[in-house]
């Protein structure tokens, strides 16, 4: 392996002059957790590592007017112990509880997961619900950008190569239901097969003021599952209704991903992670 | 900004300062191991999945194996050689033998940097949060029964205390 070069900057304006200079030729390295795993393989080759695991600009989290900002630099760990993610983004918590392992935890970064653009990324489905915007910054200034149209394909995201991500702001969601459920090999450590967030807002006759599906591990990018959405809202979560919604949530997922040999399997599972979920609110 | 292909880093290990030239795509377990010559941090699976390489760097367990050597610069890191020594064995230590956690004891170094990252922060914990913390290192001997007892009782016995 032919070592890359190394550059830490001490300020995000430097880290922006080095993108806008050797963008194509850089990988973003922060908690590691993902890039060190593909440097040792040999999959990652490039010429410069960048690293922005002690740039300021991308710590912190806060509430403002806007919604709840989480920087991109900030960690599995940190956002698990935010009393703002308990109170406003519960399934994000609950993401971060059950995310890789707590040696992972302590170094991986929100920025990075999403970054990476893995399709089972496990912070991303409780992103989706919280219609949480990405803040990207670039060489020609800085953009905001819907979390849920950064993801190209499985492993491609939207950055571009002079771009790194500042923060996410989430719609806050305080006192809602909301959930996230992972289906794994095992309770630590395993790729997710399936995961899903739910966040949901019920009016005073206990039907959906509205419903928010995010799917991850299920198709080539984690994706809202809108017509699933659109059917609940309105409507009593009776057994029938969500029996309906499960087989509807099925069909979509598989009108993304087409009939593949895991199918057989996630089309079930993903009826049953679904009822599982909702199993709270459930009226007989 | 300059940058760097060996790049000069100054870190604490077990009470000592080090100065080391480290290459950007050198992980911290190679540092930990060939450079510095500690071996009690093992490589496992090399890919941050079993936790026999688990360091405590200001005060957090990481897996050295995903860390980028140049990121070690300016830290705090322990290895399971600034637990204990072999006359003055640290409590988590003497309870892993007393409770018979090490069979092979290929992952007992990472799992006790587990546990003392757990315990500096954790004086007392519960079961629950020992099982928590133990959950990244993977011990294909015992059936990990032992070493979750051990953990409870080594941190009994004041190794939460040091």
Redesign the interface.
Known sequence: MIDPTYARPETLDDALLFLKRHGADTCLLAGGTDVMVDLRSGKLKIPYLMDISRLPELQGIALWEEGLSIGAGVTISEIYASPLVREHAPSMLKACAFFGSPQIRNVATIGGNVGNASPSADTVPSLLVHETKAVLAGSSGERTVAVENLFDGPYQSGIRPDELILRFILAPARGRFSDFQKIGRRKALAISRMSMAILAERAGDETFRFIRLGLGSATPTPMRMKAVESFLAGKRPDRKTLEEGALLMAEEMVHVTGRRPSTVYKEKAVQGLFLRMLEPLAEN | ?????V?PIRFNINGEEVHLEV?????ALHVIRERLSLKGTKEGC????C?AC?IVVDG????A????A??LDGRKVMTVEGLGSVENLHPLQEALLDHHGVQCGFCTPGLLM?AQ?LIQKTPRPTHQQVV??I???LCRCTGYQQIVTAIEDGAKKGGGET
Do not use: D, F, I, R
């Open positions: 900004m300059k940058t760097y292909s790049l290459g950007a795509g050198e992980t090399g890919m941050g999945e936790g688990t957090k367990s990481v897996n194996c995903l860390m980028a140049p990121q587990s990252a928590e913390s959950s990244g290192n």
